[in-house]
């Protein structure tokens, strides 16, 4: 929204201070000063301490942030490959096709994620597929989550991409495979960046399925949390909370300057 008075501008910043501060500033701040307490002093937490990350730093947290990292990129790239391939082929299709298969790929995030979750250990519980017990079994579900938002993010890249330059490769002899891998998805590449990127962060923070599918050895950092907080170890379950919010972060910035550098090929 273009606001070109100086007056209308003081009051555009006013609101959003007004909306952003409490709403999504305010609760990530308590969580951060959580972090660095020990106990609550009436409505502020107090007694100034690193010991919290001394602990979220070692053992069975950064076990646990080690799986997390493992099952978010595990589950960025199954996706990016599934939901690129889809919307590649989603392209050649007519338009009722076009709309089945979105919606096909859109279900899992219609529903809850438990409900996803439930749905996995069910159907991979019993042979032939036995994922049950395994890490594989939440790195599916993480895949099955995340991949709606990479097939949408390609999709309406694609929808964007000039054709003139398929059409000039193919003019000049290239055969679709070359067009597709030379051609295509070079310009396609900032946008299966961005959705590689929001694929990581989605699962780096997916609980609800999880909570249903993980094996006492593969952990992911978010059910630590979880589990940390439910016991009432709520300092050092914020400072854990806070090193994956970092760590997704650092992530995204990187991802962000390889798709900084894309766009400018």
């Known amino acids: 929204m273009l606001v070109h008075s100086k007056s209308g501008r003081w009051a555009a910043w006013g609101l959003f201070g007004l909306l952003f501060l409490p709403l999504f500033a305010l609760p990530l701040l308590v969580v951060v000063a959580a972090s660095f ?32 990292l493992v ?19 989603a392209a050649t299709l007519k338009k009722r096709g076009k709309r089945f298969l979105d919606a096909l790929f859109m279900l899992p995030v219609a529903v809850p994620s438990v409900v996803v979750g439930l749905a996995v250990l069910v159907a991979f519980s019993r042979p032939p597929v036995l994922l ?12 099955i989550l995340v991949t709606a938002f990479a097939h ?4 309406a890249a694609i929808v964007r991409l000039d054709p003139a330059y398929e059409q000039a490769a193919a003019s000049l002899g290239a ?11 070079p310009l396609l590449l900032p946008s299966l960046t961005a959705a590689a990127g929001l694929c990581f962060a989605l699962s780096m923070g997916e609980l609800s399925a999880t909570m249903m599918l993980y094996p006492p050895d593969w952990m ?7 589990t940390a907080t439910d016991r009432g170890s709520l300092f050092s379950g914020s400072a854990v909370a806070v090193v994956l919010m970092a760590t997704t972060l650092l992530v995204l910035l990187a991802v962000s300057r390889v798709r900084t550098r894309a766009s400018y090929r």
Not at 71 to 89: E, I, N, Y
Not at 132 to 143: C, F, K, Q
Request: no cysteine; glycine share 8%; aromatic share 8%.
């Open 37 to 68: 307490a020990t106990h609550w002093s009436g409505a502020f937490p107090s007694g100034p301490t690193t010991g919290n990350y001394a602990a979220a730093v070692r053992g069975e947290s950064l076990q646990a942030l080690t799986t997390s």
């Open 220 to 226: 992911p950092l978010p059910v630590r949390i979880f």
């Open 71 to 89: 099952t978010a990129l595990a589950a960025s790239l199954l996706a990016l490959a599934v939901g690129t391939w889809a919307a590649l082929a």
């Open 152 to 155: 949408q993010s390609v999709s």
């Open 175 to 185: 055969r679709p495979a070359y067009v597709l891998w030379r051609v295509k998805l």
């Open 132 to 143: 049950n017990g395994t890490s594989s079994i939440v790195i599916l579900a993480h895949t």
